[in-house]
C-alpha cells in the first residue's frame, strides 16, 4: 500500500463524519438545517471554531451558486479553504532543515506521555540512517526507566548509540553529556527524548526550560528545533497541549501521530490556523514507512477521499 493509500486509509473515520453530512445535499437545494448538519459534522471532526466558521462562510457565499449547491461543489469549496490554512503553517521538511542547520543539528523532543516521542524518534533515527546520517539518541526521559530501556531498545534496532544515565538522574545533566558526546563523535543529528508527564503541571515545564537552556549553554544556538508529538486521538485537547508545549519552550515544528486511530483527523487544521506552527511529520501506523512528511495538498486529498484541484 503507498503512502497515500495509508493516509487515506488513516482519515477514514474523519473523512467518513464529512462525507456523509455532504452526500445530504445530493439532489438537494442547501437550507438552512442542511447547513447547519454540515457546520456540526467538521465541527465534530476537530476542524475548531475559526476553521469551520470560515467554511460555513464560503459555502454560504457558493450555495448559491448552481455548481456549489452540489456535493461535489461544496467538497471544492471546503477542501480549498483547508488547503489554504494548512499551506499558511507549511514549513520545510526536518531533512531541509538538517541540510541546510548547524552540525550536529539538535532535536528536542516535548509531548506528553502516550503520544509516541520515542517511537517518533525512533523512526525520524532509521530514516536519517537510510540517507547516510549519523544520528545520536539521548534518553532524557530519566522519570521513567521504561523509557531509558525502550529507547535503547529502539536505538540497537536502528543501529545507533545512544547516551544514557540511571534511573532518576537529573534531564539536563544528561542532553548535557549528549551534546558534549554528539560533538565528539562527529554525530550529524541529536535526538534528545523528554519526559512527558502531566503537561499541565509546571515542574515539567520548568525542567524543559532547564534541559533547552542548558543544551543552549554548551552549543550556543541549540536546540535547532523543538519538535512536539501530539496524538490526533485526543482532538481539542492536542491543540492545549501546544499551546501550553509552545509557551513553555518554543516550538518550532509538529509531528502528528495515530492518524489511523481517529476521527477527529482535523485537529491538524485547527492547529495549524491557531498556531502557525509547522506540521513536519504525520504517521498513520505503526511501520517506519507510515511516518512521513506532511503534504498539505495530500492530507486535502485524502481527507475528502479523492485529489482535490488546489492551486
Not at 499541565?200 to 544556538?221: A, C, F, H, W, Y
Request: glycine letters at 10%.
Amino acid at each position: 500500500m503507498g503512502w497515500f493509500q495509508r493516509l487515506s486509509e488513516g482519515l477514514s473515520k474523519t473523512r467518513h463524519t464529512v462525507r456523509q453530512s455532504l452526500d445530504q445535499f445530493l439532489g438537494r437545494t442547501p437550507d438552512p438545517a442542511l447547513l447547519e448538519e454540515l457546520e456540526a459534522a467538521l465541527l465534530s471532526s476537530d476542524l475548531g471554531a475559526r476553521v469551520v466558521d470560515r467554511m460555513m462562510k464560503q459555502v454560504n457565499e457558493q450555495a448559491r451558486g448552481a455548481d456549489a449547491a452540489t456535493a461535489d461543489g461544496l467538497q471544492n469549496v471546503l477542501s480549498q479553504t483547508l488547503y489554504g490554512v494548512l499551506t499558511q503553517a507549511s514549513g520545510p521538511s526536518l531533512e531541509q532543515l538538517i541540510d541546510k542547520g548547524h552540525k550536529p543539528f539538535v532535536i528536542l523532543v516535548v509531548g506528553v506521555n502516550g503520544v509516541g516521542k520515542t517511537t517518533t524518534i525512533a523512526k525520524v533515527a532509521q530514516r536519517l540512517v537510510q540517507a547516510g546520517r549519523q544520528p545520536l539518541l539521548v534518553a532524557g526521559d530519566t522519570f521513567r526507566a521504561a523509557a531509558i530501556d525502550q529507547l535503547q531498545v529502539w536505538a540497537d534496532q536502528v543501529g545507533v548509540e545512544v547516551v544514557r544515565q540511571r534511573h532518576g538522574a537529573d534531564p539536563a545533566a544528561v542532553a548535557f553529556d549528549g551534546i558534549v558526546a554528539a560533538k565528539a563523535r562527529a554525530a550529524d543529528v541529536v535526538l534528545i527524548d523528554t519526559a512527558g508527564r502531566l503537561h499541565t503541571k509546571s515542574n515539567l515545564m520548568d525542567e524543559l526550560r532547564k534541559v533547552k537552556r542548558v543544551i543552549g549553554q554548551e552549543l550556543p544556538g541549540a536546540p535547532h528545533e523543538v519538535l512536539l508529538v501530539l496524538d490526533a486521538t485526543v482532538g481539542q485537547n492536542a491543540l492545549a497541549q501546544a499551546r501550553q508545549f509552545d509557551e513553555a519552550v518554543g516550538v518550532t515544528g509538529l509531528v502528528l501521530t495515530k492518524l489511523d486511530g481517529t476521527a477527529r483527523g482535523g485537529i491538524v487544521v485547527a492547529i495549524a490556523e491557531e498556531l502557525k506552527i509547522p506540521v513536519r511529520l504525520v504517521g498513520v501506523g505503526e511501520g517506519v514507512e507510515d511516518l512521513q512528511d506532511f503534504n498539505p495538498e495530500a492530507f486535502v486529498a485524502a481527507l475528502f477521499g479523492q485529489p482535490t484541484a488546489c492551486s
